[in-house]
Nanobody, 124 residues
Framework: QVQLVESGGGLVQAGDSLTLSCAAS????????MAWFRQAPGKEREFVSG????????TYADSVKGRFAISRDNAKNTVYLIMNSLKPEDTAVYYC?????????????????WGQGTQVTVSS
């Protein structure tokens, strides 16, 4: 059983940057594909970014491409989401997720473990 704990959320202004962290425990972190999802009020949870177990592959939603960057440190069992040029539409609860699959998939059903989320609010 893998436990995921997100941190780093907060209230920022449009154009600011924020870095989210997700610390994993209880499993072999380096074997999991990791991803970030987000869920805004009244909307479905959506894929933001994913990274393969070896960091060799990353992928992003079109809405964040060029502004967000995902990385992982397998020695620290941690995955990061660096968010730049934040917009009000980035406001959401951000969730970290882990998958046993080697492909970076974009559906919530493809992920086996989830964190409880961290709130990101971007004011205009």
């Amino acid at each position: 059983q893998v436990q995921l704990v997100e941190s780093g959320g907060g209230l920022v202004q449009a154009g600011d940057s924020l870095t989210l962290s997700c610390a994993a425990s209880g499993g072999t972190f380096s074997l999991y594909t990791m991803a970030w999802f987000r869920q805004a009020p009244g909307k479905e949870r959506e894929f933001v970014s994913g990274i393969s177990y070896s960091s060799g592959r990353t992928t992003y939603a079109d809405s964040v491409k060029g502004r967000f960057a995902i990385s992982r440190d397998n020695a620290k069992n941690t995955v990061y989401l660096i968010m730049n040029s934040l917009k009000p539409e980035d406001t959401a609860v951000y969730y970290c997720a882990a998958s046993k699959r080697t492909l970076i998939l974009r559906t919530t059903q493809s992920y086996d473990y989830w964190g409880q989320g961290t709130q990101v609010t971007v004011s205009s």
